[in-house]
């Protein structure tokens, strides 16, 4: 245990085993979501999308399609305002995407116009019906082939398709170089991944003659939906109710604007009936985002005893036809690239560019996984080079408590470290015995955030508030902003909620994904609901906990009111503990003192003054052994171990889930989930020929938990799940050079990529001979 804090030995729901409190409504079939919801007299809804990466749309003919039976109406781009939107409201040339774009096309599966019908069936077959006149231009594919002079243009007035740039720098980078005794330059490529939501894009939308629109949707962030919904409607926000109360996943790809919502909306308008519109699986590959692919440059600089002196990267991401999340990817996967590391000089330059292909956007990592899988096997072969060990050599650059990364971070907590002695050991007691021919163990070191300082939505609400109602049996209502996507959030929030005002988990009843009855949230994104939406939660829950004991203080006589607590639902005076009375009857006291009003408590959470990027960071290491097929390149996981510092953890069993499920993401980002595109199109958008790792495929999971206390996180907690997405990549590569001495610098690892190398390998041992 690296720090501790005093609070932490009273606890008493918190740093338990909690089962999630959705967990059997989704086991037994009841959790209703999006495709689930019917209405009376609802439409289904299909979109027609482009074949061409990049056209004009000339003319859309849907006379053949209206006269069919069933059929009750079709829209297209001049059906809308045409409004341009985009998540980066504060920027607004940033803000570039028509969901139904009137004159252009820019991507194969762009959505081009939509159809209602009575069925699914007969709106499908109307597509076929339905004739669109294109001018088609060139396209381009690749960010280093759109930048060159005389490339074709994807948005007007957009220099060599330029989308946005990121810069940032610290320190002596120059003097660095000069100082290093060791310069390493490598370049590297990491492709796109697919979210692959166990739900795919759905929507709900009932338009009422009152002018009224709600919409049952499969988002992360129902507030955002809302707000860019009145935007592109011309509504306003409050007339427009947005619900999204199971979530079949996210992973960064739910919460922007996409066709289902707003198609089902444009729909349910023109023909005053609810419409559904539930993307096939063909629709999320081709017609959603994807992780960003980005191409790395990177050089640097070392002592010869191992110490970071400077470092400078260069990227060129793949932005595809929009910009969505892009620009924040581009600056994090800079960030990122310095982490977890103390460096004497950094320097990071990144370019975004448009292409004619499925728009990049953020997804698990947010960018870092990319950089750390340049980063990491980098330093693995620096480390090599100069015949350091790899743990100790990272260790030595480190972060730690205490630690300001120059101009962007402060690092609070970190049990870095610890981490490092915990992968030390298990890599030692691994090679004790020796490995069988063709196995090898690799590691990597990362930090995530806990939740972004940004405000690019250029909203006035707080970034997480929460309102708590206790009601005169003592149950308590819990009212979130925050978006539950099967990561936990409403368990985690119960915990702090139930541990806050001294009840049990099952005393609290949590609302959340509704915008009429919720709280403005924004959303899941970056790993922020345990510490953002956490620290209004709890400090709702202190304001209604404190008025309690207000009328248990006169009730009780007592001088001061912080001689009293709450604890499984007995209030008491501290030092007293058998003294005091149940929590219910406390709850009717006070509402008895209170003319029949009820305990409603308060609380948000806006970060100021916390640097440029998060309130905390979490840090961790991924160990994984690997065995490789050298005739055919396959790779087998067959051992892991992973060291997490998560702070204080809310729910272990929230915790072990979020771990293993960023393993599996991460290992399928490493060696499997492959995206190749000829001319804009996509090869493999289906489950057969996109490979994801499976659960025969998986190795043990063991986890360490490093128990640290983050001071600006609810009882001392911080991101736990998303971060591990980061540093798996690189601990496969690092393995596979550990057991054939070969260099893999492009994601993911493919067999053929190894057998290469492998070749080359032994060619140029035979030349040496």
Request: with cysteine.
């Amino acid at each position: 245990m690296t720090t501790t804090s005093l609070a932490k030995e009273k606890l008493h729901v918190i740093n338990t085993h909690v089962h999630n409190i959705d967990g059997i409504a989704k086991v037994t079939g009841r959790a209703t979501y999006s495709f689930d919801v019917k209405l009376p007299g609802m439409l289904y809804g299909k979109i027609l999308r482009s074949p061409h990466a990049h056209a004009k749309i000339i003319s859309i003919d849907a006379s053949k399609a209206l006269a069919m039976n069933g059929v009750k109406a079709v829209v297209t781009g001049k059906d809308t305002l045409g409004v341009k939107q985009g998540i980066w409201r504060r920027f607004n040339e940033l803000c570039d995407e028509q969901i139904l774009p009137i004159d252009k096309v820019r991507y194969i599966g762009e959505p081009v116009c939509a159809v209602a019908a009575i069925t699914e069936e007969i709106a499908e077959k109307a597509l076929d019906f339905i004739d669109v006149e294109y001018d088609v231009l060139d396209g381009v594919f690749e960010p280093y082939e759109a930048m060159k002079k005389g490339a074709p243009e994807l948005h007007e007035g957009v220099e060599r398709n330029i989308n946005v740039t990121r810069h940032i720098e610290w320190g002596d980078v120059e003097g660095g170089f000069e100082k290093a005794d060791y310069i390493r330059e490598d370049h590297f490529f990491c492709g796109g991944q697919a979210h692959m939501c166990m739900e795919t894009r759905s929507a709900v939308a009932s338009y009422t003659p009152e002018k009224k629109l709600t919409i049952w949707h499969s988002n992360q962030s129902a507030y955002y939906i809302q707000a860019l919904m009145a935007g592109v409607l011309g509504m306003r926000e409050g007339d427009i109710r947005v619900i999204a109360q199971y979530v079949g996943g996210g992973f960064g790809g739910k919460f922007e604007l996409d066709g289902a919502v707003f198609c089902s909306s444009i729909l349910s308008m023109k023909t005053f009936r609810p419409v559904k519109v539930v993307f096939s699986r063909e629709e999320d590959f081709i017609a959603s985002k994807r992780r960003t692919p980005m191409h790395y440059w990177v050089r640097t600089g070392v002592s010869k005893d191992g110490t970071f002196l400077a470092r400078e990267s260069r990227v060129v991401s793949n932005g595809g036809a929009y910009t969505g999340m892009g620009a924040t990817a581009l600056y994090l996967t800079g960030f990122f690239h310095s982490f977890p590391y103390r460096w004497g000089g950094y320097r990071y330059d990144g370019y975004r560019v448009y292409t004619n292909t499925l728009p990049s956007t953020s997804m698990r990592g947010f960018g870092a996984p990319q950089a750390l899988f340049c980063s990491e096997q980098q330093l693995e072969w620096i480390a090599k080079d100069l015949g350091l060990d790899p743990v100790e050599m990272r260790r030595k650059n480190g972060h730690y408590a205490g630690y300001e990364v120059p101009g962007q971070a402060f690092i609070a907590s970190c049990g870095l470290d610890e981490a490092f002695t915990i992968m030390q050991d298990w890599l030692t007691k691994k090679k004790a015995g020796g490995l069988p021919p063709n196995r090898g163990l690799g590691f990597s070191a990362a930090g995530f955030m806990s939740g972004g300082i940004f405000n690019w939505f250029d909203t006035p609400y707080s970034f997480s508030s929460a309102v708590v109602t206790i009601n005169q049996d003592a149950t308590v209502e819990l009212h979130i902003g925050a978006t539950e996507i099967g990561q936990g959030s409403n368990t985690t929030m119960a915990i702090i909620a139930a541990e806050t005002l001294g009840v049990k988990v099952e005393d609290i009843k949590v609302h959340s994904g509704d915008t009429d009855h919720c709280p403005a949230d924004l959303g899941a994104w970056g790993s922020r609901q345990t510490l953002m939406t956490g620290n209004a939660t709890k400090r709702a829950c202190e304001d209604a906990k404190h008025q309690l004991l207000e009328f248990a203080l006169a009730k009780m006589g007592l001088n001061i009111v912080y001689d009293l607590d709450i604890a499984d639902r007995w209030v008491h005076i501290v030092a007293r503990p058998e003294r005091g009375m149940p929590f219910e009857e406390l709850v009717k006291i006070a509402l008895r003192g209170k003319d029949g009003q009820r305990i409603v408590g308060r609380g948000y959470y806006t970060p100021h003054r916390k640097g440029m990027i998060s309130p905390a960071y979490s840090y961790m290491l991924q160990g994984v052994e690997v065995e490789i097929d050298p005739e055919t390149g396959k790779i087998d996981l067959i051992d892991s171990l992973t060291a997490h510092d998560c702070g204080t953890p809310i729910n272990h069993l929230g915790l072990t889930g979020q771990l293993e499920g960023a393993f599996s993401m991460a290992a399928g980002y490493g060696y499997l989930e492959y995206m190749p595109y000829e001319d804009g199109k996509l090869m493999n958008p289906n489950l057969v020929d996109y490979k994801m790792i499976r659960a025969t495929e998986m190795p043990p999971v063991p986890i360490a938990e490093i128990d640290t206390y983050e001071p600006e996180g609810p009882y001392g907690a911080k991101e736990a799940g998303e971060g591990l997405t980061n540093p798996t990549a690189a601990a496969i590569g690092n393995a596979i050079f550990n057991a054939l001495g070969i260099q893999i610098k492009e994601c993911p690892i493919r067999p053929h990529m190894i057998v290469e190398a492998l070749r080359e390998k032994a060619e140029k041992e035979k030349v040496g001979k």
